[in-house]
């Protein structure tokens, strides 16, 4: 069975230093692997995606997210992290790769507070 | 481009009442995803239509149906409503299904539904 692992409940980082928030995946074939961003009472956000190709993804709002095969990982990360950006973070897996469906298998969600 | 769209927003609902969530998606979208939120269970999906059809499930009882129109837009239905049914509902939606292209998945700001 597939799965996403976050394993932080929440991630603490000053503003203007840099930011990751792990996940690792357990998949059969190839991952399609995402990250969503959630407000306070609002949906998710997407951030970015990785299909295949560069093991460095760019996505929205100046986040990145890099592919490790070999560590079955898929962090996501941020140079210089602004209090806007503290939210809850979800890693999610694309059942079955690319293939007859669209399910999402999210983690459990990472809490990122930002302090000024 | 308007994004994914569901009404209603907010509602809140009786206990042994039934319930019909609304989602329009992105224009050209045709496949439509839903998702129920809680704070104990998390992300969990719920199914997936494409093209009219249910194309997966989750593993949720009977209660909860869902079907998808001609135009794409898709509604959820619960009936006789459980205190434990309160949650967000997400829709989300993509341009397609059964490729390998890795379509972006796009979530909407979702229904909060409260059961009382």
């Known amino acids: 069975a597939q799965s996403v692992a976050q394993p932080e409940d929440q991630v603490n980082v000053a503003e203007g230093n840099p930011l990751t928030v792990k996940c690792t995946y357990s998949?059969?074939?190839?991952?399609?692997l995402f990250w969503y961003v959630q407000y306070p009472n609002r949906g998710l956000q997407f951030l970015l995606k990785?299909?295949?190709?560069?093991?460095l993804v760019k996505g929205s709002y100046g986040f990145e997210a890099e592919f490790n095969k070999s560590q079955t990982s898929f962090h996501l990360k941020k140079p210089s992290a602004l209090v806007s950006d503290s939210a809850l973070y979800f890693c999610?897996?694309?059942?079955?790769?690319?293939?007859?469906?669209?399910?999402?298998?999210f983690g459990t969600g990472t809490l990122l507070a930002v302090q000024p | 481009k308007a994004g994914v769209t569901q009404t209603p927003r907010y509602l809140i609902k009786t206990r042994g009442q039934q319930v019909t969530l609304s989602c329009s998606p992105i224009?050209?979208?045709?496949?439509v995803s839903w998702y129920q939120q809680t704070p104990g269970q998390g992300l969990q999906f719920l199914f997936e239509y494409f093209s009219e059809t249910q194309r997966n499930k989750g593993n949720f009882p009977g209660r909860f149906s869902g079907r998808q129109f001609s135009n794409s837009r898709s509604e959820m239905n619960v009936s006789t409503l459980e205190l434990g049914d309160s949650a967000l509902y997400l829709c989300?939606?993509?341009?397609?299904?059964?490729?390998?292209?890795?379509?972006?998945?796009?979530f909407g700001e979702g229904s909060w539904l409260t059961v009382v």
């Open positions: 990785y299909i295949t190709g560069d093991n």
């Open positions: 999610a897996v694309r059942e079955g790769g690319g293939g007859a469906t669209n399910k999402l298998i």
């Open positions: 989300a939606s993509s341009l397609g299904q059964g490729d390998y292209s890795g379509n972006t998945i796009y």
């Open positions: 224009s050209g979208h045709r496949s």
């Open positions: 998949v059969s074939g190839n991952p399609y």
